[in-house]
């Protein structure tokens, strides 16, 4: 086995890292080296432990090596690890589309399956133009987003996107997006011009695509659960499509099991992806209405001609089933329900450290933002990822917004320590001390 120079050394030498200024990376020698993860810690090669404050970008929702999950992988990789999902129908798949509609909103009826958070909201993208194409109204092929939004990084997907660092360098080539801003005059401001937007514009528009009650990526923007029911009354009275991105907020990052559910209100489309295969494998599912569904009956050509090479992979689908299972009989979203209690406590006392500007919660997410520019590239937040890194804890702050989302099933000492080594960390990087 390779250790640590090892592994540094043919990192260095070949592999590029997402979302990291790479100059920087080659010169220094930080980062961690990982070698195992179990429950909410992750293990480096020198055997130090690092409680996991973001369930790996998100995805670890039920920690890591759950038995219940691995033995579920080792299971199906036995009986069969991959076929293609065209013509072929399987147990793993259909059980989980079964499963998944009868815990989805009302009305979503049919799961078309890929394999990340892109590709569900690519599928979703896909499936509106088409839909409008071939259903008398060609002329619906605008996508309205929220300022701040994040929904993947294909083009499609990176097309919708509101954070601008990531969008500057392809803006000439995206999607044609309506983009109505939350910056100036906050949710009510945003949700107020999709109104207009939609008053205006709607036979041009063939969806609304919205991260429901926060956006993820842009920091935890958090906003309230009236104006997703405005944007379903609205998309609903202008005949718009309504597509919710539960990459992020689905598997009950938020509380419930959807973020929608704080509406209680039922999308067109739903994309989950992240939590759905509990951060073990890539796989997405994209849910949608039957009359959707309806609109791509007929002739062949009317058909949804798309997919992916990994659509509906029995590994996947073997394990997310056995997530939502598990999600079950270990009562997860109920014993959740302090923990989440405990963030929210946690940083509501934050919000009284000099050089923090504002906290915020939700569920199992718990966001700080420190005083000075917001935006992805600022360099506060970073002091903060390293003090917390020397005290045994894993957070990757966005710009200057530091935030907790660990695995909901957390054991509570954990969650304790990490949210003291954030406190710690955030006292230590404002000081300047160690
Ligand atoms: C992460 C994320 C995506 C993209 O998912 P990938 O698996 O990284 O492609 C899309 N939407 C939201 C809300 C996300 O948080």
Redo the contacts with the bound molecule.
């Keep these: 086995m390779i250790g640590r120079d090892g592994i540094e050394a043919l990192d260095r030498r070949h592999v590029w890292h997402p979302y990291t200024p790479m100059d920087a990376w080659l010169e220094t020698r930080e980062g961690l080296v990982l070698d195992r993860a179990e429950g909410s810690r992750l293990f480096d090669v020198d055997g130090r432990s690092y409680l996991d404050g973001n369930a790996s970008?998100?995805c670890a929702v039920l920690g890591h090596g759950h038995p219940r999950l691995t033995r579920a992988i080792e299971e199906q990789s036995r009986r069969m690890a991959h076929v293609p999902l065209a013509g072929i129908a399987h147990a793993p798949a259909a059980e989980l589309a079964s499963a998944l509609i009868e815990r989805a909103p009302q009305g979503l009826s049919r799961v078309f399956y890929s394999d990340?958070?892109?590709?569900?909201?690519e599928a979703a993208l896909k499936l509106c133009l088409q839909y409008w194409h071939q259903n008398g109204a060609p002329r619906k092929t605008r996508f309205v987003t929220l300022d701040g939004a994040?929904?993947?990084?294909t083009l499609g997907?990176a097309g919708l996107g509101g954070v601008e660092v990531f969008r500057r360098p392809f803006a000439s080539v995206l999607l044609d997006t309506i983009r109505v801003s939350p910056s100036e005059g906050g949710f009510a401001q945003a949700f107020e011009s999709l109104s207009q937007v939609l008053s205006r514009e709607a036979d041009q528009i063939a969806a609304v695509v919205l991260?429901p009650m926060v956006q993820?990526?842009s920091g935890m923007q958090m906003y309230d659960a009236r104006f997703l029911l405005e944007a379903r009354e609205l998309t609903r009275r202008h005949d718009v499509v309504l597509v919710l991105?539960e990459?992020?907020?689905g598997f009950g990052r938020t509380g419930p099991f959807w973020a929608s559910e704080h509406a209680g209100i039922a999308p067109d489309v739903l994309?989950s992806?992240?939590g759905l295969s509990g951060g073990m494998l890539?796989f997405?599912a994209t849910l949608v209405t039957e009359r959707l569904f309806q609109g791509f009956s007929g002739a062949a050509e009317r058909a949804f001609l798309y997919g992916h090479t990994f659509c509906g992979n029995p590994l996947g689908a073997r394990l997310a089933l056995e997530v939502l299972r598990v999600f079950d009989d270990e009562a997860i979203l109920k014993r959740a329900e302090p923990k989440a209690k405990a963030i929210s406590d946690a940083f509501q006392e934050l919000a009284s450290l000099p050089g923090v500007r504002a906290v915020r919660s939700l569920g199992m997410i718990g966001a700080l933002d420190l005083s000075g520019p917001q935006g992805y590239l600022e360099q506060k937040g970073q002091e903060v990822y390293r003090q917390a890194l020397r005290r045994g804890a894993y957070l990757r702050p966005l710009g200057n917004t530091v935030y907790v989302t660990p695995a909901l099933n957390i054991p509570d000492d954990d969650l304790l320590t990490l949210l003291r080594i954030v406190r710690e960390a955030v006292r230590a990087a404002l000081s300047g001390t160690d």
Excluded: L
């Excluded at 990340?116 to 909201?121: E, R």
């Excluded at 994040?150 to 990084?153: A, D, L, P, S, V």
């Design positions: 970008w998100w990340n958070g892109s590709t569900a909201i994040f929904h993947g990084e997907a991260e993820g990526a991105d990459v992020f907020t994309c992806a992240k890539p997405a």
